[in-house]
C-alpha cells in the first residue's frame, strides 16, 4: 500500500513556474546588461524634456521650443530605417529608428522613464520619440515580467528642442577587474558652465562677460576671437613711485612716495624721498594716534610721539616715561611720582651709577652703604654696656638699637673670650650610615651598627666633632665605624670604633686628617 502524504493531489490555484524567481529574473537582468553594454548594445544620449523650462503655446498646448533636462546615457540596441515620402518637387528621405530599451535598467537603475516627446541622440543626430511599444518582450513568457520598451524615433527638425548642459552622475555599472571603461555617450561635457558674451536666460551655470572701467572687447564673432584689452592711462610718477587713485579712472604717483624693487636700495620705502636710505626713510613729521611697536633698536632724532620730543642730542623728555616689564608693571617711570616732577623713581629693581644733584628718595636702599656719609638714625647708634662686651639686637619690634652684657666678654689684649652663660650646640641623629658635614658638632648615633663617613677638607683646621653611642647597643659586634675619607687618617689610621655602650670620640681636623682627644 503506497503511502498517502506521497499522493497527487490537485491544488486550488495554479502553482509557479518552476525555476522563475528573483534568483533568475535577476540573472537575466546581469546578462541582458552585459549585452547591451560590453558586447553589442550602442550607447545613446537620452534627452528627458522639462515641462517647466519648455515653451508651450498657450493656444494649442503644444511646446514651440522643447527644453530637455540634462543628458543621461543608456544602452540600447538601435536599428536604423531610411523612409522615403513623396513630395511635391521628388521624394524626400528621412532616417527613422527603432530604439530597443532594457526596461529594468531604466527603471530600476537609472530612474528613467520613457516617454513620447522625448529626444535621444544617435551619432551627432537628434531624434524625437513618436511611438512606443511597452510589451514588446516577456520574460518566460510571463506577461507580469516586461523586459523591453521599444521607441520609434524620427529626426528631430533644426530648433526644436534646446539641449541642456549634463550634471555630474555617479558611474551607472562597476567595472570588472580587467575590463575595458564603457564606451563614452556622445552628449555634451558632464558639468559644463558657460562664459556668454551676451546674456542667454535658459543657460544654466552661465555667467555673463561684462567690460569694465577701462576695459574693451572686441569680439569677432562665431569662432572667431575675443580680445579684452586695457584702455586706462600708464603708471605715473619717478619709478618706483606708489601709484593712487588721481580722479575720474587715472593713476597718479609722486617722488614723496616710493618703494624701490628694480634700483638702489631694493625694498626700501620712501615717504618725502624718492631716495629712501633705509627700509623706511620718512622726510617730516610723524604721528599716531595709537601705540607704536618696535622690535628692534630704536634711534630718536628729532622725533615727536605724544609728549616725548627730541631735538637731537641728548634725548629730551617733555612730560614724563614709564617703562614696562614683560608682565606689564612699571619698573621704573620719570617726571610722574609722588616726590615731583623732577624725580626719578624705580618699582621694581634698581638704576646702576645713578646721580642726582638734588634729593633721592625712596622706600629702602641696597647696599653695605660704605660711601653714605652724612647718615643718621633715630635708634641708639653707640656701644652699650662694659668695655669687650659683645653687641646684640634687644629691642622687639626692631627699630634698630643695640646692646652688650658683661655675660659674653672679648678681651682683646690677651685674646680670650668669656661666656657666662650656658652654651647650645648643634646635634645631628644618626640611624643610618651618615656623612658628617661642616656644620655638624654633636653627632648622636641612635642605631648601630652604622658608619659615618669624616672628609677633613671640608672642615677648617680646629674644627671638633663629638660623636656619642645615645642607643648603649654598641659592642665588637655591633660596631659605630669612622672613616675616612679616602687617603686620609683618624691618629694615622684609615678608620676607629667605638665597640661599648655608651662610648664616646671626639676628634678634631687640621684641615687634612683627624685626630683623637
Not at 530604439?99 to 522625448?118: A, C, M, P, S, T
Not at 652699650?384 to 627699630?399: E, K, M, Y
Request: net charge negative; proline share 4%.
Amino acid at each position: 500500500m503506497s503511502d498517502p502524504k506521497h499522493k497527487w493531489n490537485q491544488p486550488a490555484a495554479p502553482p509557479a513556474p518552476m525555476f522563475f524567481g528573483k534568483k533568475e529574473r535577476d540573472l537575466v537582468k546581469q546578462v541582458n546588461d552585459e549585452l547591451s553594454e560590453r558586447i553589442i548594445g550602442q550607447p545613446i544620449a537620452y534627452y528627458a524634456i522639462s515641462a517647466e523650462e519648455s515653451n508651450f503655446n498657450e493656444t494649442y498646448g503644444e511646446a514651440v521650443e522643447k527644453v530637455s533636462l540634462p543628458p543621461i546615457r543608456v544602452y540600447a540596441f538601435v536599428v536604423v530605417e531610411n523612409e522615403q515620402t513623396n513630395e511635391k518637387f521628388g521624394y524626400e528621405y528621412q532616417t527613422k529608428l527603432t530604439v530597443n530599451f532594457h526596461r529594468r535598467r531604466l527603471v530600476e537603475d537609472q530612474n528613467l522613464y520613457v516617454r513620447v516627446g522625448d529626444f535621444v541622440q544617435y551619432g551627432d543626430e537628434f531624434y524625437e520619440i513618436v511611438r512606443l511599444y511597452n510589451d514588446t518582450r516577456y520574460l518566460f513568457g510571463q506577461v507580469e515580467h516586461k523586459f523591453q520598451v521599444t521607441a520609434d524615433c524620427v529626426r528631430a527638425r533644426q530648433g526644436v528642442f534646446k539641449v541642456m548642459p549634463g550634471l555630474e552622475r555617479e558611474k551607472e555599472f562597476e567595472v570588472a577587474s580587467g575590463d575595458e571603461t564603457p564606451r563614452t555617450a556622445p552628449f555634451p561635457p558632464i558639468a559644463a558652465s558657460y562664459i556668454t558674451v551676451n546674456a542667454e536666460a535658459k543657460l544654466p551655470n552661465e555667467r555673463v562677460l561684462k567690460a569694465g572701467t577701462g576695459i574693451e572687447f572686441d569680439d569677432t564673432g562665431p569662432n572667431g576671437n575675443l580680445t579684452v584689452s586695457a584702455t586706462g592711462l600708464s603708471a605715473d610718477g619717478p619709478v618706483g613711485s606708489v601709484q593712487f587713485n588721481a580722479g575720474a579712472g587715472d593713476f597718479g604717483g609722486d617722488a614723496n612716495l616710493t618703494f624701490l624693487t628694480d634700483s638702489g636700495p631694493v625694498g626700501r620705502l620712501g615717504i618725502g624721498t624718492d631716495d629712501p636710505t633705509h627700509e623706511l626713510t620718512v622726510i617730516g613729521d610723524i604721528s599716531a594716534s595709537a601705540n607704536v611697536l618696535i622690535g628692534g633698536d630704536l634711534t630718536v632724532k628729532d622725533l615727536t610721539v605724544e609728549g616725548i620730543a627730541g631735538g637731537g642730542s641728548p634725548f629730551k623728555v617733555r612730560d614724563s616715561i614709564a617703562v614696562y616689564n614683560d608682565a606689564d608693571q612699571i619698573v621704573a617711570s620719570l617726571g610722574s611720582s609722588s616726590f615731583g616732577d623732577n624725580s626719578l623713581s624705580a618699582s621694581f629693581g634698581g638704576f646702576v651709577n645713578l646721580s642726582a644733584s638734588a634729593n633721592v628718595s625712596a622706600s629702602y636702599f641696597y647696599g653695605d652703604a660704605r660711601y653714605l656719609t652724612g647718615v643718621t638714625a633715630s635708634a641708639v647708634n653707640v656701644a652699650d654696656g662694659p668695655v669687650g662686651s659683645l653687641q646684640f639686637r634687644v629691642n622687639t619690634p626692631v627699630s634698630g638699637e643695640i646692646s652688650g652684657s658683661s655675660n659674653v666678654l672679648y678681651n682683646s689684649a690677651n685674646n680670650s673670650l668669656t661666656v657666662d652663660a650656658g652654651l647650645v650646640h648643634n646635634r645631628t641623629t644618626v640611624v643610618t650610615t651618615h656623612t658628617a658635614s661642616v656644620d655638624s658638632y654633636i653627632l648622636g648615633v641612635t642605631g648601630v651598627p652604622t658608619e659615618i663617613l669624616f672628609d677633613a677638607t671640608a672642615f677648617a683646621g680646629g674644627q671638633v666633632l663629638v660623636i656619642k653611642d645615645e642607643s648603649g647597643a654598641a659592642s665588637s659586634a655591633n660596631t659605630i665605624t669612622l672613616n675616612a675619607s679616602g687617603s686620609q687618617t683618624i691618629d694615622g689610621e684609615g678608620a676607629a670604633y667605638i665597640e661599648s655602650p655608651y662610648g664616646s670620640v671626639l676628634l678634631y681636623s687640621n684641615g687634612t686628617n683627624w685626630f683623637i682627644y
